[in-house]
């Protein structure tokens, strides 16, 4: 089993940053990738970003240049630093890991409430 606990969200004004923590415990020998998803009110939840234990890094287009994700080298935290944000980035956020067993087995962690307000 693996565990995940994101922390960092918080109310922010428009143009600020925010930066997620997302905790990883567990059987994380076979974690081959974590990603980043959000989901608005209404809203189907989204791919936001994803991080390869090599550091391979991808975003869906709407936040390329905005955010950043890392992890450490111990492969048992990721982060997303989230510049320039828009009231249109107000979501919950969930860290999401996934191994490279076939089919793959995924974890997910209770989201953290990012809202971006004036």
């Known amino acids: 089993q693996v565990q995940l606990a994101e922390s960092g969200g918080g109310l922010v004004r428009p143009g600020g940053s925010l930066r997620l923590s997302c905790a990883i415990s567990?059987?994380?020998?076979?974690?081959?990738?974590m990603r980043w998803y959000r989901q608005a009110p209404d809203k189907q939840r989204e791919l936001v970003a994803t991080?390869?234990?090599?550091?391979?890094?991808a975003y869906t287009n709407s936040v390329k240049g905005r955010f950043t994700v890392s992890k450490n080298d111990a492969w048992n935290a990721v982060y997303l630093q989230m510049n320039s944000l828009k009231p249109e980035d107000t979501a919950v956020y969930y860290c999401?890991?996934?191994?490279?067993?076939?089919?793959?087995?995924?974890?997910w962690g209770q989201g953290t409430q990012v809202t971006v307000s004036s």
């Open positions: 567990g059987s994380i020998g076979n974690v081959d990738a």
């Open positions: 991080i390869t234990r090599a550091g391979v890094t």
């Open positions: 999401h890991a996934s191994d490279s067993r076939q089919p793959p087995y995924d974890w």
